[in-house]
Each structure stands twice: as C-alpha cells, then as structure tokens.
T-cell receptor, first 114, second 111 residues
C-alpha cells in the first residue's frame, strides 16, 4: 500500500540552527500539507501546498518557515532559526486530486530543539 | 475562524459501545473526518462524512448533521486496542481543502 514517508524520524538541533524536514508524498497525490503536534496537544495545521505554491498557511507558519517541492517527489519544510517552542512532532500529509478522499499522514518527524 | 468541541476523555469497558460527539464552527465547511492516533503514532484516517447521515465501516460508524454542525463517531464491540485519541476534523473548502483538527478525545478501554 502506498504511504507517505518522512525523514528523519527524530531530529535534535540546537536553538538558532536551521532544520529541513523531508517528506515523500504518495506519488499521484496533488495536495500536500504540513502539520505539527506539540506533545499532548492537538494536531495543528501549518501549511497547504498545491500546484507548486502555498494555498494557505496558518498564523504559526511565520517567516521562519518555508516549504519547497524541489523535485517531483520530495516536499520539504524548513525552519530557518529554530526556537525551543518549535519542539514538536511534524507530520506531512498528502491527498489525491479527488475531493472526497482522505489525507494520508506520514509517521512524523520528532523535532527536539535544545 | 474555526472551532471544534469534543470531550477530552471517555472511559468504557471492553465489548461496550461508545459515542464521541463533535460540534464545529467553521466558515468553509466541506466535510467532517475522524482520525485515530495511538501514542507516538500518526493520525490514521477512520471515516469521512460530506453529507448528512450515517457512514458505517466495520465496527466504526460516523454521523453528520450539517444543519446542527454536529457529528459523532460510534465505536462498537470495543477492544483494548481501541484505546487511543480520536480527533474530529473539519475539511474546509479553502486553503487546498485543509483539515482542521479538534483537540481530541482520549478513549480508555478497560477490561
């Protein structure tokens, strides 16, 4: 069964450093998303991406965040200068072009900022 | 803005039936989804309702009333492995049809 793949599964970084979280969405999917989940809290929407551009971003997704689809398969989330409060699980999700289909989530990257 | 309300915690015994309610407010409602998440895991899709009524998938059913901005997830024949967090989530018709999650209901299934 096709799946969304995220790497790395766990990343530890120092405050102020840049991190890039990688995702390989399901191959024929057209809509891509990043979500984050702080430990014990709900899953929060960060950004949606369609047709090689951002469709919508939340208030969390400030200038420190950026997304890219550098080639036909990868979808990346970059945090330019990490803060302690960026520590969370980051989930990538993708959905096909059919509107009544669910989003499939990757297993997540646990980001720990120290 | 959006808001979703669901109970924070529910406890039930193995073999029982449990219903998790969800009310929502959103400006661009497209459908209501339910996701299951075990500790340390990813959200896993359970069901989706775009129209009013009941959708059944095995032991799980989901209901939607668009006029009441209300839905529920019904879990039957509870098993210990059903202990997890359950999120109702609104799919919006803006922003790439993003999904906005509620705070989640923690389900504890006891023997």
């Amino acid at each position: 069964e096709p799946e969304v793949t995220q790497t790395p599964s766990h990343q530890v970084t120092q405050m102020g450093q840049e991190v890039i979280l990688r995702c390989v969405p399901i191959s024929n999917h057209l809509y891509f998303y990043w979500y984050r989940q702080i430990l014990g809290q709900k899953v929060e929407f960060l950004v949606s991406f369609y047709n090689n551009e951002i469709s919508e971003k939340s208030e969390i997704f400030d200038d420190q965040f950026s997304v890219e689809r550098p080639d036909g398969s990868n979808f990346t989330l970059k945090i330019r200068s990490t803060k302690l409060e960026d520590s969370a699980m980051y989930f990538c999700a993708s959905r096909s072009g059919l509107l009544n289909t669910e989003a499939f989530f990757g297993q997540g990257t646990r980001l720990t900022v120290v | 803005g959006q808001s979703l309300e669901q109970p924070s915690e529910v406890t039930a015994v193995e073999g029982a039936i449990v219903q998790i309610n969800c009310t929502y407010q959103t400006s661009g409602f497209y459908g209501l989804s339910w996701y299951q998440q075990h500790d340390g895991g990813a959200p896993t899709f359970l069901s989706y309702n775009a129209l009013d009524g009941l959708e059944e998938t095995g032991r799980f059913s989901s209901f939607l009333s668009r006029s009441d901005s209300y839905g529920y997830l019904l879990l039957q024949e509870l098993q210990m492995k059903d202990s997890a967090s359950y999120f109702c989530a609104v799919r919006e018709n803006t922003g790439g049809f993003k999904t906005i999650f509620g705070a989640g209901t923690r389900l504890f299934v006891k023997a």
